[in-house]
């Protein structure tokens, strides 16, 4: 099966559970292509439009910052995703980031 990049970032962020957030270069890395970040990124810009459903919300920066969020309508509503899954935010950015940190590379094989 050919399965595009983009779909392979989705795939990746459909596992990510509720309540923990990886990044863009978390991903990338997942997926063999660790200096992919700003194309993991760019997928996850477009994830809205994705089938079935992309929680990108759980998706960040290597440093637990919503960077992402200019990309939801309304820009705080990442926040507040974050916030009703359990995920601390303060000042854009995530409280106990490596607490929650989901790394794809220790939870999954693809």
């Known amino acids: 099966m050919n399965t595009s990049f983009y779909e392979q970032v989705y795939e990746v962020a459909r ?5 923990r957030v ?10 063999g292509a660790a200096k992919s970040s700003r194309m993991v990124g760019h997928a996850m810009s477009y994830a809205g439009l994705a089938e079935p459903y992309v929680p990108a919300h759980r998706v960040v920066n290597s440093s637990g910052l919503l960077t992402g969020k200019f990309h939801f309508n309304p820009p705080e509503s990442m926040e507040e995703m974050l916030l009703k899954e359990g995920v601390g935010v303060k000042d854009d950015k995530v409280v106990n980031f490596k607490n929650v940190f989901w790394n794809p590379m220790d939870e999954i094989t693809l």
């Open 15 to 19: 596992l990510i559970p509720k309540g």
């Open 22 to 31: 990886t990044s863009y270069g978390a991903i990338a890395k997942s997926l």
